[in-house]
């Protein structure tokens, strides 16, 4: 049931819902809508349009606006990759000398 969509991320508590489940679930749908919640709706995991409340909450465009109104693309992957591991530098880096010998002087 379309109430039991996970919402997407915890920043954005917007919630994606394919067409397929749109259709079969309109009418709850459009009552988590007018309860002020915002919904993008997705064909083949694209999402190409945004159902919610006449008049929105929040302050500006969140990224699922955004790909929603087609100006980005959305993340392929829910997950991100790990962090790189820090470079070690050398503790007497100067940056004086690092300018100096990478022009060559």
Known sequence: MADDLPPTGADDALTTIGVRELRNQVASVLRRAGAGERMVVTVDGRPVAQVGPLTPGGSGATL?????????????????????????????????????????R
């Open 64 to 104: 699922w606006d955004l790909a929603a109104a087609g100006l980005i693309e959305p993340p392929r992957r829910p997950d991100r990759p790990a962090a790189p591991a820090p470079l070690p530098l050398p503790a007497d880096l100067n940056a004086d000398r690092l300018l100096e010998s990478s022009r060559g």
